[in-house]
């Protein structure tokens, strides 16, 4: 019998695939629960704008044709909207992706292989360490900050993640917010560390939480790309914009890396109702306001909650919360999916005592709150 895995080029041998939320259907399905809670992705509870699903109803006309795949539409009105006074940004800058995933795997398609390195902070976004060994490349993995630093637990250690820095480096992955720890860091930390990175580095700053960030010192680094040629920030239309289901991302970037990712992107990587939708989503900056203030509020309802009960939580800037409960997590998590409730899991991260939530709206808040309490006093 062929051993199929020997087959593959090594640095898949040694993956394990991403692993999602768990779907509601599947929980319905498995334990025969009905009006699921779903609070494991970091999907927005609001759904898309209403002008997004409009547009979206005369789409199915246009499904026989190839999309555009230079997404010309998209392309444009996003230069449009981050050009301002500091820089501008030209059509050529955006590349375009099916999701920010898409373009964190032609970022290590482009720039990764064999024998150079990555750098990325303990707790980092999951799908950075899938993307730098597929391509066979070496992970770098630095140490987050302290559990109980004063301003930044479980967050990016900057100095710590310049020390990683060798000859073989050749990417630097920093997720502003992080995912699944909600930290950040601010425009003066940022902006020096970049300073002090060597240009022949290219820096990916993933920026998916950028609109829910509320912070007064938390950078737009759109504003620097000038400044940093060797920059790449990422942002997604999967989480305020809150269509995940579509599957549209971008990067920013100087046009000349922007046409090395283009090399390796697939020539229609994003589909026709996914450019439509993110066009249109882009102008409902009334949606995106309520967004962000309902996961404001949300935010303050899961903070009083967690203080109330004496859980640990880390401070986020993001739609989602994630709480240390003092003991493994599994079973609080099993035990809410029979309360038709599903949270996220994050043993994968190193964190086996936490549980990822999503911020929703007050009822669904309060749904899944509820629900904690039932399955902790048991
Ligand atoms: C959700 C998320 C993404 C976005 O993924 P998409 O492929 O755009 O849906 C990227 N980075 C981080 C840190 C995320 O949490």
């Known amino acids: 019998m062929v051993d199929f895995n020997l087959l593959a080029v090594k640095g898949v041998q040694g993956l394990q695939p991403y692993q999602p939320g768990k779907p509601i259907d599947e929980l319905e399905r498995e334990l025969g629960v009905t009006n699921t809670l779903k609070l494991a992705s970091n999907e927005n509870p609001l759904g898309p704008s ?15 044709l ?12 996003l230069a449009n ?6 820089v501008t940004i030209t059509t050529e800058q955006v590349t375009l992706g099916n999701g920010s995933n898409d373009i964190l795997d032609m970022i290590a398609r482009a720039f990764l292989c064999e024998g150079r390195e990555a750098i990325y902070s303990e707790y980092a976004f999951a799908v950075y360490p899938i993307s730098v060994q597929a391509v066979g ?15 930044n637990p479980y967050g990016h250690d900057l100095s710590a993640m310049r020390n990683c820095i060798t000859d073989k480096t050749s990417v630097i992955f920093i997720a502003n917010p992080n995912n699944p720890t909600g930290t950040w860091l601010d425009a003066d930390a940022l902006n020096v560390f970049l300073k002090n990175i060597p240009t022949d580095i290219i820096v990916v700053v ?24 060797n920059l790449i920030v990422t942002r997604t239309f999967s989480k305020i914009y809150a269509l995940a289901g579509l599957r549209v991302g971008y990067a920013v970037c100087s046009k000349e890396i922007a046409d090395l990712l283009n090399r390796v992107r697939q020539p229609f990587n994003v589909n026709t109702p996914a450019l439509l939708a993110a066009t249109v ?16 509020q949300g935010l303050v309802f ?9 859980w640990d939580y880390i401070p986020s800037v993001g739609n989602f919360i994630t709480i240390d409960f003092a003991q493994d997590a599994m079973p609080i998590y099993n035990a809410l999916l029979h309360e038709a409730v599903i949270v996220r899991p994050i043993a994968n991260y190193g964190l086996p005592n936490h549980l990822r939530i999503t911020i929703s709206t007050q009822t669904e808040n309060q749904i899944c709150l509820d629900a904690f309490d039932k399955v902790l006093e048991k």
């Open 81 to 86: 909207l981050l050009t301002s006074d500091s």
């Open 281 to 296: 989503a882009l102008d409902d900056k009334k949606h995106l306001e309520k967004c962000v203030e309902i996961n404001q």
């Open 50 to 64: 209403e002008r997004v699903k409009e547009a979206l109803q005369n789409v199915s006309s246009q499904l026989g």
């Open 302 to 310: 899961w903070q009083q909650a967690c203080q109330q009960r004496g």
């Open 137 to 151: 490349a070496t992970a770098k993995v630095s140490q987050a900050l302290a559990v109980n630093h004063n301003t």
């Open 206 to 229: 993933d920026e998916a939480y950028f609109e829910y960030v509320t912070e007064d010192d938390y950078p737009d680094t759109v504003q620097w790309l000038d400044q940093f040629p």
């Open 66 to 77: 190839y999309p555009d795949g230079g997404g010309f539409a998209l392309k444009k009105k």
